[in-house]
């Protein structure tokens, strides 16, 4: 099985920025794409950004295209969510999660059966 924890929520202005981290262990020889995932209160959980592990191929929503940044560190076994230019909507409880099939579309919320605990981003205005 794979663990995950997830570092680097908290609160910052709108035009601000965060880093979001996610350390895999166990079994991570079994992931083949890690994604970042958003649930704001009383919305359901909503795809953001995904990263394949090997190949390093990166796929994004569009609220968050050409704000958010996906890459992975393999050596540490970790992906991060860089996040720029934030507004008071990204504000959700984030969670990273992994995807072990290599057959499916890692843009999908069911496609992730590992899922961290959850970081709360708060962006005020």
């Known amino acids: 099985q794979v663990q995950l924890v997830e570092y680097g929520g908290g609160l910052v202005q709108a035009g601000g920025s965060l880093r979001l981290s996610c350390a895999a262990s166990?079994?991570?020889?079994?992931?083949?794409?890690m994604g970042w995932f958003r649930q704001a209160p009383g919305k359901e959980r909503e795809f953001g950004a995904a990263i394949t592990w090997s190949g390093g191929t990166t796929y994004y929503a569009d609220s968050v295209k050409g704000r958010f940044t996906i890459s992975r560190d393999n050596a540490a076994n970790t992906v991060y969510l860089q996040m720029n230019n934030l507004k008071p909507e990204d504000t959700a409880a984030y969670y990273c999660?992994?995807?072990?099939?290599?057959?499916?579309?890692?843009?999908?919320?069911?496609?992730?059966?590992?899922w961290g605990q959850g970081t709360q981003v708060t962006v005020s205005s």
């Open positions: 166990g079994r991570t020889s079994t992931i083949y794409a």
């Open positions: 999660a992994v995807d072990r099939n290599p057959f499916g579309n890692s843009r999908r919320t069911y496609e992730y059966d590992i």
